[in-house]
């Protein structure tokens, strides 16, 4: 945050517009690049917390799969906030057999 | 004598309106007076305008189209500068050569302007369609022009991609109409912003200059009067870097003096 951007705050005035500029471009950059339309790639997003949420419980509300874009290499970040693993299930105890028991 | 060494050069942006003919014109001219054989080569023929910026406009007879279909001798469909003769224009050919022109063509073309100049200059059309991929057929490297506004960096983001994907480089980055105050005032995009989120290297900085209009309504490019204004020096630079010198980029926040400038600089320190 720059001198500007206090006293703008201050006086109750609208931010300085490069700023917004500079993140509204890295934004549309990233999608253009990757060429994913929005759609897609929210179907990937759910795909993926779909997956993620069979073995852990994420936070859903504070969960998010972006498109950042940084030296023109585009990377999918996934920031997924863990509540606890889900524990796994019971592996299922062998019933007793006659052979077991013959064995033993 | 075929000049091997010859760079092919495109100049492009993606968004019409950016400057690229305006550089074109500057860059030949400057290149010429600097001694370097060079032909611009209008590629933007759906609406070509680098013969008006030249003063060139009541001298084009020919274009690349009677030269590909060998009703005249290249030499006959160049037209040279009067004050530059270092300098020579060849239109690529007028709108219903949209149809036939092909990728091939304009190679063929550029290769026999490589056989008598030092650069050969292309000015691509604006979009990325058809017009600009035939122009891009015929470069080797690439100067992108763009503006620091939102609509011009997204589409020369586009350029550069398609500039990758054919192997054209090295790509440098032109920066025209910067408003230094503007960019003080954090109104408008930073220059390390551009060149942050387009990853290229900075080739030249032109400032918002109203010298630009001046000179396109006489034909004369600044580069060919002096360098008395600012984009004219601008241009110049951008010549001289291309012919390898080292000479420094100009800082848009010292391009202002004074207490205004010096309270300018104060607000753009992060504080945190």
Same mark, same amino acid.
């Given at each position: 945050m720059t001198l500007l951007d206090v006293i703008n705050k201050l006086l109750g005035r609208q931010p300085a517009s490069a700023n917004t500029a500079k993140q509204r471009l890295q934004?549309? @950059?990233?999608? =253009?690049?990757? =060429?994913?339309?929005?759609?897609? @790639?929210?179907?990937?997003?759910?795909? $993926?917390l779909e997956v993620v949420s069979r073995y852990v419980e994420i936070d859903f509300e504070e969960g998010d799969v972006t498109l950042e874009t940084e030296d023109r290499v585009t990377a999918l970040v996934a920031? @997924?906030? $863990?509540?606890?693993?889900?524990?796994p299930a019971p592996a299922p105890i062998p019933e007793p057999t006659l052979e077991n028991e013959l064995s033993s | 004598m075929a000049a091997t060494s010859t760079r092919y050069i495109l100049i492009c942006s993606g968004k019409g309106g950016v400057g690229k003919t305006t550089l074109t014109a500057n860059l030949g &001219? %400057?290149? %010429? *007076?600097?001694? %370097?054989?060079t032909a611009v080569l209008d590629a933007d023929f759906g609406l070509r305008n680098l013969d008006l910026l030249l003063g060139l406009e009541n001298r084009i007879v020919y274009t690349a189209q009677e030269v590909l279909a060998e009703t005249c001798r290249l030499e006959q469909a160049l037209v040279k500068h009067k004050q530059e003769p270092n300098l020579a224009l060849l239109p690529a050919g007028n709108p219903r050569m949209l149809e036939w022109l092909q990728p091939d063509d304009m190679r063929m073309i550029a290769a026999m302007l490589g056989e008598q100049f030092d650069y050969v200059l292309i000015d691509a059309p604006a979009g990325i369609e058809g017009g600009f991929k035939n122009a891009m057929a015929a470069a080797r490297e690439a100067i992108v022009v763009t503006t620091p506004e939102v609509s011009a960096v997204r589409d020369a983001d586009r350029v550069i991609g398609l500039l990758n994907s054919e192997g054209v480089k090295p790509i440098q980055l032109v920066l025209n109409r910067v408003r230094p105050k503007m960019m003080a005032n954090q109104e408008m995009l930073a220059v390390s912003d551009v060149t942050d989120i387009l990853a290229l290297p900075l080739l030249g900085l032109v400032l918002e200059d109203e010298q630009v209009i001046v000179s396109t309504n006489r034909g004369e490019p600044?580069?060919?009067?002096?360098?008395?204004?600012? %984009?004219g020096r601008a241009y110049t630079n951008v010549a001289r870097r291309l012919q390898g010198e080292e000479v420094p980029? &100009?800082?848009?926040? *010292?391009?202002?003096?004074g207490l205004r400038a010096t309270i300018g600089r104060l607000m753009q320190t992060r504080i945190f």
């Amino acid at each position: 945050m720059t001198l500007l951007d206090v006293i703008n705050k201050l006086l109750g005035r609208q931010p300085a517009s490069a700023n917004t500029a500079k993140q509204r471009l890295q934004l549309v @950059l990233a999608h =253009d690049r990757s =060429d994913l339309n929005p759609e897609l @790639l929210q179907q990937m997003r759910r795909e $993926i917390l779909e997956v993620v949420s069979r073995y852990v419980e994420i936070d859903f509300e504070e969960g998010d799969v972006t498109l950042e874009t940084e030296d023109r290499v585009t990377a999918l970040v996934a920031n @997924l906030p $863990i509540r606890r693993a889900k524990l796994p299930a019971p592996a299922p105890i062998p019933e007793p057999t006659l052979e077991n028991e013959l064995s033993s | 004598m075929a000049a091997t060494s010859t760079r092919y050069i495109l100049i492009c942006s993606g968004k019409g309106g950016v400057g690229k003919t305006t550089l074109t014109a500057n860059l030949g &001219i %400057a290149l %010429a *007076k600097q001694g %370097a054989r060079t032909a611009v080569l209008d590629a933007d023929f759906g609406l070509r305008n680098l013969d008006l910026l030249l003063g060139l406009e009541n001298r084009i007879v020919y274009t690349a189209q009677e030269v590909l279909a060998e009703t005249c001798r290249l030499e006959q469909a160049l037209v040279k500068h009067k004050q530059e003769p270092n300098l020579a224009l060849l239109p690529a050919g007028n709108p219903r050569m949209l149809e036939w022109l092909q990728p091939d063509d304009m190679r063929m073309i550029a290769a026999m302007l490589g056989e008598q100049f030092d650069y050969v200059l292309i000015d691509a059309p604006a979009g990325i369609e058809g017009g600009f991929k035939n122009a891009m057929a015929a470069a080797r490297e690439a100067i992108v022009v763009t503006t620091p506004e939102v609509s011009a960096v997204r589409d020369a983001d586009r350029v550069i991609g398609l500039l990758n994907s054919e192997g054209v480089k090295p790509i440098q980055l032109v920066l025209n109409r910067v408003r230094p105050k503007m960019m003080a005032n954090q109104e408008m995009l930073a220059v390390s912003d551009v060149t942050d989120i387009l990853a290229l290297p900075l080739l030249g900085l032109v400032l918002e200059d109203e010298q630009v209009i001046v000179s396109t309504n006489r034909g004369e490019p600044l580069t060919l009067t002096g360098n008395s204004s600012p %984009a004219g020096r601008a241009y110049t630079n951008v010549a001289r870097r291309l012919q390898g010198e080292e000479v420094p980029l &100009i800082d848009p926040s *010292k391009e202002r003096q004074g207490l205004r400038a010096t309270i300018g600089r104060l607000m753009q320190t992060r504080i945190f």
